[in-house]
């Protein structure tokens, strides 16, 4: 019988009740930064360092990481030794000339004499009482403790919590120090050498394992973790003032009474620096507070701060190949709390799924774009947001259509409730059989429909329309805020029709110099670009193309600009530009709408911008195909092409949605 056994640890997955991450809203904002211009993995690394609605995002960790750099600094100061230094030796200064006072002999005079005359160095006042026969036992016990205090700080320099491990140390304690640090010396000077030292640091880990609690593996871990203190003390001495520094390397030489531990020191960082050249040996620190700290800690401060430094830099994910995956959960928890690696993760996990959604995918060139799902995704937010915006009045219900009403119009959605249109049984099926296939089960045997299997048909009482978007890509509208708002009212129209209406045929075209018939996801990533021209010709050209193609659909025509024509196409193909526009473009591109009206294209000029000259001209235009002239505000645009679109469809029925809102007030009903 196998015997299993389970081992139990802290949890450290965050609040296990929180909800899941919010890939909608990301992708929304994905959206939003692509459409202006952005890469989709910039777009990424923006949401990420922003965050979502209720979510912290790299920035605000980031600058939590500052401002505990900042408090550690602005807190304390460097010359905690020096303090603790100067005040034992006031101390036994103090109790010597209270038993000196007590003494009538006249060697305590001269004594007296001899302590009154103390330079004012702490440094040199220690290295002027080293023969200083003491005659009371505090005094002397005070300043012996400078020595002891010295060399432990020494240490603790080097080794974290040296300096509380060897209080009330016996010498043999220090022997045993003193002996495994040249043991490390000689350790580290053979690796420096090349030479294999696995067996002698087997053995001076065996010898001498309790000074490294944090029980290093390798050698190169050894060195790794002594390296990094080394540094940060370095730094420590760079952050003093130079008679700070002065005052404690003189000091220093009186540690434990003997020379040899600041020499022995001094060997093993010259081996650590030589080992780790990498390390910041030479930086500076500058302090502000008046919390003195000791060598150890003032040391540890300085690790501390260059973890927060390697953190912030991970947080800023401004380096190549930079990924959620680089930072330090374990280290930003010690550093900033749990809170703050929950959020952390909560990103990593933002992350992962927007690369494991789909949302992203990789074209032929190797760049990154937003996949069809998310434009999709992208396109239903989009929509919602018309549609409230449309919405008319509080309190309106649901006018859709029920039975069969109307024709088939042969597409189909999700079964909602109150719905009477007949079921697609093909599509239900076929739905099911896919479902029970991605549940791992095979579907041979048996499929049992779920709710959300079903799909109805639509029934609808109108005609085909063949629409044409026509929108201005000039660099103007890029120049003058109009860039996104133009895709998000071609995604949101693209939307509407490809769910709701897919009987119709949209063409997308952008006009610039010239102009192209573009598929959502290429007008959705077009960047803008410094092109001169204004091709309305071309643009109402393609849309007569598209019109002929479809003779018996509804055509509907939509302009979106901000400029009088500049360009026309010659009958060569090339293309002519002019500002102010010629007469010869002008007259070229009121022949190509004039062509669009033969079809009894329904025509909306949508203007942006408050130019008189552009005014008088769209007016003109419209008039000539007995059109009509909207100038919605920017971030009226979608809500003005959409309530266009559907008013063109007359008295045509509309039997529902998914969307939420009246479009109009014509009782166009899409909810939730």
Excluded at 293 to 306: H, S
Aim: proline letters at 4%.
């Amino acid at each position: 019988m196998t015997r299993r056994g389970s081992s139990y640890g802290r949890y450290t997955g965050g609040d296990p009740l929180a909800p899941p991450v919010d890939l909608g809203e990301a992708l929304d904002a994905i959206g939003e930064d692509v459409m202006a211009g952005s890469s989709p993995e910039r777009a990424v690394r923006e949401v990420l360092r922003r965050g979502t609605n209720g979510q912290a995002g790299l920035d605000d960790l980031a600058r939590r990481v500052a401002q505990r750099r900042r408090d550690l600094l602005d807190r304390h100061d460097l010359d905690g030794t020096l303090r603790e230094a100067r005040e034992l030796l006031d101390r036994a200064v103090l109790e010597e000339r209270k038993q000196l006072a007590r003494d009538l002999d006249d060697d305590a005079r001269f004594a007296e004499m001899r302590i009154q005359d103390l330079p004012p160095s702490t440094a040199a006042a220690v290295s002027e009482l080293s023969d200083y026969q003491w005659r009371s036992t505090q005094a002397r016990e005070d300043y012996e403790r400078i020595k002891d205090l010295l060399g432990r700080e020494l240490l603790d320099q080097h080794f974290a919590g040296m300096k509380q491990a060897l209080e009330s140390a016996t010498d043999e304690d220090r022997a045993r120090v003193a002996q495994m640090i040249g043991d490390l010396n000689d350790l580290l000077a053979a690796h420096r050498r090349g030479e294999d030292t696995d067996d002698q640091f087997a053995e001076f880990m065996e010898r001498h394992g309790d000074f490294f609690p944090e029980n290093p593996e390798t050698v190169e871990e050894l060195i790794d973790s002594l390296a990094a203190r080394a540094a940060a003390a370095q730094r420590m001495l760079g952050s003093m003032t130079a008679e700070q520094r002065e005052e404690l390397m003189a000091l220093s030489a009186n540690a434990f009474g003997s020379p040899d531990l600041q020499e022995a020191l001094g060997q093993l960082d010259a081996n650590l620096q030589a080992l780790r050249p990498g390390e910041d040996w030479s930086g500076s620190e500058e302090f502000g507070g008046d919390q003195g700290l000791g060598l150890g800690d003032g040391t540890g401060v300085l690790q501390e701060i260059a973890a927060l430094d390697a953190l912030g830099e991970q947080l800023s994910q401004a380096y190549p190949g930079a990924r959620m995956s680089d930072i330090d959960l374990d280290a930003l928890e010690r550093h900033l709390g749990e809170e703050a690696a929950v959020d952390a993760r909560t990103l990593t996990d933002l992350e992962r799924a927007l690369r494991d959604s789909g949302a992203l995918k990789r074209g032929t060139d190797g760049a990154l774009r937003l996949s069809p799902k998310a434009i999709r995704q992208l396109g239903k937010s989009l929509l919602r947001d018309v549609s409230q915006r449309m919405s008319g009045r509080q309190g309106a219900r649901d006018v859709r259509r029920a039975g069969a009403a109307g024709e088939m119009s042969g597409a189909t959605r999700e079964w909602a409730f109150g719905d009477t249109e007949p079921w697609d049984v093909t599509r239900t099926v076929t739905n099911a059989v896919a479902r029970t296939a991605s549940e791992g089960r095979d579907p041979r045997g048996g499929v049992r429909l779920d709710i959300g299997d079903v799909e109805v048909s639509e029934t609808e009482a109108r005609t085909q329309a063949a629409v044409a978007l026509l929108v201005d890509t000039s660099f103007s509208m890029a120049m003058d805020g109009r860039w996104v708002p133009m895709k998000r009212t071609a995604l949101a129209l693209h939307t509407l029709i490809q769910s709701r209406f897919r009987g119709d045929h949209l063409q997308l075209v952008g006009f610039g110099p010239y102009a192209e018939v573009m598929e959502i996801d290429q007008l959705t990533a077009l960047d803008a670009k410094w092109d001169k021209g204004t091709n309305l010709h071309h643009a109402l050209m393609l849309a007569s193309r598209h019109f002929r193609k479809h003779p018996n659909a509804q055509p509907v025509l939509l302009i979106v600009t901000d400029g009088e024509p500049t360009s026309h196409l010659e009958q060569d193909g090339e293309v002519f530009f002019s500002y102010p526009p010629a007469p010869r473009t002008v007259a070229v591109t009121v022949k190509a709408l004039d062509d669009v009206g033969r079809f009894g294209a329904q025509t909306t000029f949508f203007r942006l911008g408050d130019d008189p000259g552009l005014a008088r001209f769209i007016e003109q235009m419209a008039r000539r195909v007995d059109g009509r002239v909207v100038a919605p505000e920017l971030d009226d645009l979608g809500v003005a092409v959409v309530d266009s679109y559907l008013g063109s469809r007359g008295s045509s029925s509309y039997d529902g949605g998914s969307y939420g809102g009246w479009f109009g007030g014509r009782g166009y009903w899409v909810d939730e």
